[in-house]
């Protein structure tokens, strides 16, 4: 589960002054007597995978509603018409926690259950599902914490972790091992993955014995040579031309990686609604 860290915590509180940013939420101010107590039931629309119960929890918890059951945990899958999360409390509270936990359920679940798609579709593999930082900015931490939780891996959480040496890295530095060359000898304890676009490139940078190598926009042919041609001396990691209908075929080639910028930067929400019951 996700740690709700200091991070976290202040993307709540700027979800909250973006609903009131008055102070008051005048819709319930006028309708709801502030001391009327209810029931709040998050229920599913559709089937997915749910992630972000945590987040919500952090939410509510904000807003003082302390009373909350969660029959799920982050990373089950459920068919539509199954209760994610009851809360009990403050209805006032729980009306302006309404958008705010349910923008962190619907998006997080989403890409908990568009990741779960295309690990099922490589499933009977040893190719690993794997994301990119094509990411929400300031999401990161939460967006690729979804892809966790529908089977995915991550790759690197930001520029700092690891190097990838990209085509526009090459070309600045003069060639595809000069690149690999240069941050080798500055950076000698760091995990370097860098990008070839053609086997010509791979058969370049093999000697230097980088931990991993993305394959550029190759064919499912080009992807089945280069396992080949590198024999388990590197890992290798499929991107561009990507797809769901073609995910199984370029898993089935050998390489260790998928990578898919779809997984967060296309997933679309999972419907979750909040069903409002009021005690007398």
């Not at 007597?33 to 992630?51: F, H, M, N, W």
């Not at 690891?162 to 600045?172: F, G, M, P, Q, S």
């Not at 500055?186 to 010509?200: F, G, M």
């Not at 940078?205 to 388990?232: F, H, K, W, Y």
Request: aromatic share 4%.
């Amino acid at each position: 589960m996700i740690t709700i860290d200091s991070h976290i915590q202040e993307l709540i509180e700027m979800a909250i002054r973006e609903d009131i940013p008055a102070g008051i939420d005048i819709t319930s101010a006028a309708t709801i007597g502030d001391d009327q107590i209810g029931t709040a039931e998050y229920r599913l629309r559709e089937s997915g995978v749910i992630a972000g119960i945590p987040v919500a929890i952090a939410v509510l918890n904000r807003l003082g509603i302390t009373d909350i059951e969660t029959p799920v945990i982050d990373g089950d899958e459920n068919t539509s018409g199954t209760v994610v999360l009851i809360a009990r409390g403050n209805v006032r509270s729980l009306l302006l926690a309404e958008r705010t936990t349910l923008n962190f359920l619907t998006h997080l679940s989403g890409i908990a259950t568009l990741t779960r798609r295309w690990v099922n579709e490589v499933s009977g593999t040893q190719c690993q599902v794997r994301d990119t930082r094509k990411t929400t900015p300031g999401w990161r931490v939460l967006e690729k914490y979804a892809v966790r939780m529908g089977g995915g891996t991550n790759h690197r959480m930001s520029l700092s972790d690891a190097a990838l040496i990209k085509d526009n890295h090459i070309v600045a530095a003069g060639g595809v091992l000069k690149a690999f060359e240069l941050v080798r000898s500055q950076y000698r304890d760091a995990d370097i993955e860098i990008e070839v676009d053609t086997l010509d490139q791979l058969k370049e940078v093999l000697v230097g014995n980088p931990d991993l190598i993305m394959l550029d926009n190759m064919s499912v042919e080009q992807c089945r040579e280069a396992v080949t041609i590198v024999n388990g001396k590197t890992k290798l990691e499929a991107s561009g031309g990507l797809s769901l209908e073609n995910a199984k075929v370029y898993a089935q080639t050998g390489v260790d990686f998928i990578a898919v910028g779809a997984l967060t930067h296309s997933a679309k929400a999972l419907d979750i609604g909040l069903d409002l019951r009021m005690e007398s």
